[in-house]
């Protein structure tokens, strides 16, 4: 039995996202090799409730927490290498995560960070006031080396559609 047969239209329509951080949208630069991110808004809401009365009366919002993951190839570029990383990228993400000491001087802030559909030239989703929360490294039998990245945000920006 054959696959079904997918159209050109279906393979080109999804977005090419790439990574951007800087200290605001107007100085970002590309981090190279991401290969999954993602973001979770969390509104911590208080319900009020009533003895007798079947639910909440009223719900109010009580905190709010931004959560960014990235999933990130380890490059293998020597430091002194001129080329571009992965899909444009000005350099790997791997530097840019801090050792504890650095995390501990606010070296692990970044003013802004957006994922950036660069086919339509639009930013998909924004964020301010981003720092790393948590680092790890994937390492898979024949496969690639990942660096799982988990970020916090003070909060995502709304865009205009």
Known sequence: MGLPVQTKQILISGANVVLRVGLDDA??????????????????????????HLG?????????????????FVANVSEHSSDLVGDKGNMSINPWIPARETALNDGSKFGYLDFYDSNKDKVLAAFKG????????????????????????????????
């Open 27 to 52: 100085a970002t630069f590309i981090f190279g090799l991401v290969s999954n991110v993602s973001y979770n808004e969390n509104f911590q809401v208080q319900k009020a409730n009533v003895i007798g």
């Open 130 to 161: 981003v720092i790393v929360s948590s680092s790890g490294v994937q390492v898979e039998g024949g496969g690639y080396v990942r660096q799982n990245i988990q970020m916090m945000a003070l909060e995502r920006i709304s865009l205009v559609p």
């Open 56 to 72: 909440p009366v009223s719900m109010d919002p009580q905190d709010y927490s931004c959560e960014i993951t990235i999933g990130a």
